[in-house]
């Protein structure tokens, strides 16, 4: 395997700035419709009234959990502090999501180096998720440096809490405290739930009748939305464009939501089991935004840190080809067919995480629960073309 020359880090780190730079610059002058609706939303806080309206002048109602507020209360600063304070945010998460997924799956290789950190990072907030989040001003990007950190980042006994935070945040990290489920790891799931609880509890006391309308009514499933844009790229928003409703009647769409995640859960314990853990990770990270009950392209991020996780856990020029795949696989939604009714378009997210599921999944061998190595499979050539 070649060596990553020093100067690399400083040419990675200098791209990610650079990609910061010219996000900032070019957003610089656009509304981030979203962050005015966590502003007002913050305003509207004491009143304990935030489900009550669309906002003024933005026609957008806020959708998120009571608790998410009290862990976004950093925002209620005048709004042009605000958007500073979420681009900082953003950037933050965005390295600390590429930092952890490079060094779990890189680990004791010489790709695991700031460069690379720095380029996967600079790839990831260029890619159409994350550049739409920065635009919006949207929370999504710092739901997934919370939930990445916690997930791969310091292996403490309270490593759980962040999951947590992440879900009380939004409720679809909770997915990933699933997957501690499903490989074993009891403890850091039930840390999770105790730390997602006591957010919602105190979430409740702040709001008492938001909450009660949020969880008790079920308002997570009634704020009006319009499903069938093709933004939704959720199982919610393929029900409602192909004449489902919206929101889309019925269990039918629960149940296959519900059996699909688990379907994925699976694939990323068979990835945990083969030591690509970063990869399994990711995979549920997409995963939680095609089976929630909405999920808009923003909250689409992991993309390119599976398509890192990939080219690095596997290492060959088939993993390579595949890495590249999944990265521009998120932008394709621009150019392909995306009419009125059903079309490619309108599944090409949830379309993508089968693809790239179903070629994890061949491309990883069953391996019995807690075996565990680098690499599995391992290819006739490595990327350096000497015989492996």
């Given at each position: 395997?070649?060596?990553?020359?020093?100067?690399?880090?400083?040419?990675?780190?200098?791209?990610?700035?650079?990609?910061?730079?010219?996000?900032?610059?070019?957003?610089?002058?656009?509304?981030?419709?979203?962050l005015?609706?966590?502003?007002?939303?913050?305003?509207?806080?004491?009143?304990?009234?935030?489900?009550?309206h669309?906002?003024?002048?933005?026609?957008?109602?806020?959708?998120y959990?009571?608790?998410?507020?009290?862990?976004?209360a950093?925002?209620?600063?005048?709004?042009?502090?605000?958007?500073?304070?979420?681009?900082?945010?953003t950037?933050?998460?965005?390295w600390?999501?590429?930092a952890?997924?490079?060094r779990?799956?890189?680990?004791?290789?010489?790709?695991?180096?700031a460069?690379?950190?720095?380029a996967v990072?600079?790839?990831?907030?260029?890619?159409?998720?994350l550049?739409?989040?920065?635009?919006?001003?949207?929370?999504?990007?710092?739901?997934?440096?919370?939930?990445?950190?916690g997930?791969?980042?310091?292996?403490?006994?309270?490593?759980?809490?962040?999951?947590?935070?992440?879900?009380?945040?939004?409720?679809?990290?909770?997915?990933?405290a699933?997957h501690?489920?499903?490989?074993?790891?009891?403890?850091d799931?039930l840390?999770?739930?105790?730390?997602?609880?006591?957010?919602?509890?105190l979430?409740?006391?702040?709001?008492?009748?938001?909450?009660?309308w949020?969880?008790r009514?079920g308002?997570?499933?009634?704020?009006?939305?319009?499903?069938?844009?093709?933004?939704n790229?959720?199982?919610?928003?393929?029900?409602?464009r192909?004449?489902?409703?919206?929101p889309?009647a019925?269990?039918?769409?629960l149940?296959?939501?519900?059996?699909?995640?688990?379907a994925?859960?699976?694939?990323?314990?068979?990835?945990?089991d083969?030591?690509w853990?970063?990869a399994?990770?990711?995979l549920?990270?997409?995963?939680?935004?095609v089976?929630?009950p909405?999920?808009?392209?923003?909250?689409?991020?992991?993309?390119?840190?599976?398509?890192?996780?990939?080219?690095?856990?596997?290492?060959?020029?088939?993993?390579?080809?595949?890495?590249?795949?999944?990265t521009?696989?998120p932008a394709a939604?621009?150019?392909?067919?995306t009419?009125?009714?059903p079309?490619?378009?309108?599944?090409?997210?949830?379309?993508?995480?089968?693809?790239?599921?179903?070629?994890?999944?061949?491309?990883?061998?069953?391996?019995?629960?807690?075996?565990?190595g680098?690499?599995?499979?391992?290819?006739?050539?490595?990327l350096?073309g000497a015989?492996?």
């Open positions: 395997m070649p060596s990553v020359p020093a100067r690399g880090d400083v040419v990675g780190v200098g791209l990610y700035l650079a990609a910061v730079a010219l996000v900032a610059g070019v957003l610089r002058d656009v509304r981030a419709p979203d005015q609706v966590y502003h007002l939303a913050l305003e509207h806080l004491g009143a304990d009234d935030v489900y009550r669309l906002y003024p002048d933005i026609t957008a109602p806020y959708t959990p009571p608790s998410a507020l009290v862990l976004l950093w925002l209620a600063v005048p709004l042009a502090a605000g958007r500073v304070l979420m681009v900082v945010a950037a933050v998460s965005v600390l999501t590429s952890v997924v490079v779990t799956a890189a680990q004791g290789s010489p790709w695991d180096r460069g690379i950190v720095g990072s600079a790839v990831t907030l260029l890619s159409l998720p550049f739409l989040a920065a635009g919006l001003g949207q929370a999504a990007p710092v739901v997934m440096g919370i939930s990445a950190w997930m791969l980042g310091a292996r403490t006994r309270w490593r759980g809490a962040w999951v947590g935070a992440a879900a009380a945040l939004k409720l679809t990290p909770a997915a990933f699933l501690w489920w499903s490989t074993g790891r009891r403890r799931c840390v999770a739930g105790a730390a997602f609880l006591a957010w919602t509890a979430g409740w006391w702040a709001m008492p009748a938001s909450s009660r949020y969880f009514d308002g997570v499933l009634r704020a009006p939305q319009d499903y069938t844009n093709v933004s790229q959720a199982l919610s928003g393929i029900a409602a192909a004449g489902w409703g919206s889309p019925g269990v039918a769409v149940a296959v939501s519900a059996a699909l995640l688990v994925g859960l699976l694939v990323a314990r068979r990835a945990h083969a030591g853990d970063a399994a990770v990711a549920v990270g997409l995963w939680s935004g089976c929630a909405l999920a808009w392209i923003h909250a689409f991020g992991w993309w390119v840190p599976l398509a890192a996780a990939i080219a690095l856990h596997g290492r060959t020029r088939r993993d390579v080809l595949v890495a590249v795949v999944t521009l696989w939604l621009l150019v392909v067919p009419g009125p009714g079309s490619i378009g309108s599944a090409w997210y949830p379309l993508g995480v089968v693809l790239v599921t179903t070629w994890l999944w061949r491309r990883l061998p069953a391996r019995a629960a807690g075996r565990r680098p690499s599995v499979g391992q290819p006739r050539q490595a350096t015989p492996a």
